[in-house]
């Protein structure tokens, strides 16, 4: 029986795993080594000589002899574990990390500390066998789980059925969804434009404000962070992310500083500008600042005032995630404005890619066949999940969950910058939080040490350590957390 499962997970039988690849040598010695020790080598020893490419997946003989010598030296419990870490992956960390570092285009950061395959809950495993809490539930979009059986069997069920139908055409999964989303969303915001990315929700909604104030002019926060997208990038305040690609001086683009209604209001009455984007908690580049709480309110009836576009970005903050009363599902229900279009997407999909413009009836009218479009924008792959994901937020309590966590976190976190002086401040709303230290290097350090304690945090912004956790983290994962901070902060006094 072991003997089976682990030659299925070096030589795939591809009717069960259409996915995979075979197993190469380089993974199998990367396996024998963490779980065999000392063993490993007299095994590597005696099958090398049958292979000559460590990196080529294995033929059937040479499985067979692998799988021979491994049988040979191991117990039950080690075969057990060597089968399950191949199914983990067939292909060795140093390969695919070497991969990704040869043929991906280098936008951002590689993370090449660990390899993830596997999640549960609010944990990841990566491909040494390794276990951690993760911090920042894939920027927010895997709130529900790092994996979710749910989801997934809908998924399989509906790629078996229908796996993918253009936007412009009727689908059973699209219309399921319409159906039962719209309890969830602020009053009045009925009509939505589904897309992939967040990116993209962002430069649709911006062409729709246009469209519908027919002014292109549009005001945006500093501090302020909306995607990579040619639109979303040039309402993004950082530089970095602007002049490389010359939209620094856009003339449609006016920043102005958060939480300044003068600013915005003057804009509009010199006929500037006529829509205005804003998230109500800054998170990717101002380290989760809430707005001030009078500020949205006093935005909304400056926007009704002049007749202009408040556009909410709910990308990071909805669905739960800043909900300080059960069932506020976005950050407008807490501060309690209703925006004239609002960007929502990550969480909704359970991880799936799904996002929305979301916007009223008058304002959607501005928008005529012909003037958009999208491939893939609400899929039934996307709708499916999307249906599963939100049924669950409701039928979980998710919210409560946010609400307890979040004053969990906050006490904690409070109770550790009375011990640790280096921790000069704490901010956030919900479970978007994020602490001070004295500079960019000490947190680098902090977050060093975390891994090492289990806890995965790769979000900072500058000297802001940010936490973005899943929002089904449990009480038992926030003690470990707070003890993973404890021990990290000791280490850098
Ligand atoms: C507020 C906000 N808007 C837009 C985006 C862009 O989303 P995506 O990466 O899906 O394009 C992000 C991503 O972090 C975000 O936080």
Redesign the pocket.
Known sequence: MDRNRLYNNIINDRREHPERLNANFERIREVAEIVLEDKAAGIIGKCEKDIADSRTPLTEKQGNIVVDALVDKSSPGELKLLADMLHDSEISTGEAISLHEQFKIPVSHLEADIVPVRGKGAWITDTRGKTYLDMDSN???TNLGMSNPEIALGIFNQANQLISMKEDRVHIPRARFLKTIQPMMPSGLTQFYWQN??????DKALKIAKAYTGNKGVVAMEGG?????HG?VAVTHELKYRKPFFLENEDWVHFVKFNDVDAIENLFLEGKAKTVIL?LVQ??EAGMRPADRDFPKRLRDVCDKHGCVMIV?????GFGRTAEKKDQWFASMVYDVVPDIM?I??SFGGGY?I?AVVTNKDISSAMQPGYDGSTFGGNPMAMVAALIATRQMRESDLTTNVIERSKQIMSGLNHLKDKHSIVSEIRGLGLMIAFKLPSAEAVATLQKEMAGNGVKTSLSTREWVRFLPLLVITKADVEHLLKAIDAALSTIH
């Open positions: 920027y927010s979009a990315s967040g990116g993209e929700a962002v962070f909306h995607g990579r997208t979303a998230e998170g990717e970005d709910e990308i990071q903050t960007t997407g990550k890619p996002t």
